[in-house]
């Protein structure tokens, strides 16, 4: 609903809209071994911020190096993508050593990663990012949220004071602030945790989505139906003698 609500080209077939958010089932994702959350433990330690995706220039991932820089701010970020050589450029130019790439991962260590993370990082600063599946993970395990606001759906997912905070789009300092409040802040982290936990049951779940769509599927028939009785009447009436 928020990318329909600043959005210029949907405003013109608002009649036609209906928005169904992403939706996760959570049993399809599988439970990390005692093995991997070690081994996830043991390279990346705990109590970090955490970046998942691959790395496009709308990312804002340079935002977030600049973030950190100067901080003992610990960042992971998993994936991989066009700019990683240019963000691995960045890193180093600006001497940061509390920031590691680690790759594309499983999704068992994805899930493992995390529940080690204090919370997840989306610093998204363009509105090619529509929605944000990496902050529905994060919420899925209860981890605390920090995006951006775009005007998309990663301020549905991430609603700023319940589920996490939102700072504006290509905003070193505040980004920055954002994640300090939370490292500092073990209480705030814990209950924006709890609260992207309850957004994501009441909002996001895979039982939902699928609800939602069998609704409009359902709608789309009825709508269909009673178009063909409508014209099968008039077929009736142009074919009755007067």
Request: charged share 30%; aromatic share 8%.
């Amino acid at each position: 609903p928020n990318y329909f609500a600043t959005s210029d080209v949907l405003a013109k077939y608002s009649e036609k809209v209906r928005v169904i958010p992403i939706g996760m089932a959570e049993s399809t994702y599988p439970q990390p071994t005692r093995e991997v959350s070690r081994a996830m433990r043991q390279r990346h330690g705990e109590g970090f911020f955490l970046f998942i995706g691959v790395m496009r220039y709308y990312k804002g991932l340079h935002i977030l190096l600049d973030a950190v820089q100067d901080t003992d701010l610990q960042v992971v970020i998993a994936g991989a993508g066009p700019v990683e050589h240019e963000l691995k450029e960045h890193a180093r130019r600006l001497g940061l050593n509390n920031v590691r790439f680690v790759g594309q991962v499983s999704d068992e260590e994805k899930m493992a990663l995390l529940r080690l993370a204090r919370g997840v990082v989306f610093p998204s600063c363009l509105r090619s990012e529509a929605f944000g599946l990496t902050l529905l993970e994060g919420a899925m395990q209860g981890r605390p949220l920090i995006s951006t606001e775009i005007g998309t759906g990663t301020t549905y997912v991430n609603k700023d004071g319940e589920s996490g905070i939102v700072v504006p789009p290509a905003d070193p300092r505040r980004l920055r602030e954002a994640m300090q409040r939370l490292a500092q802040n073990p209480d705030l982290a814990e209950r924006l945790g709890k609260g992207a936990r309850k957004r994501y049951e009441s909002h996001f779940t895979g039982e939902l989505m699928g609800r939602r769509y069998a609704e409009l599927y359902k709608e789309l028939l009825e709508v269909s139906g009673e178009r063909e009785e409508s014209r099968e009447r008039k077929e009736s009436a142009l074919q009755t003698p007067q």
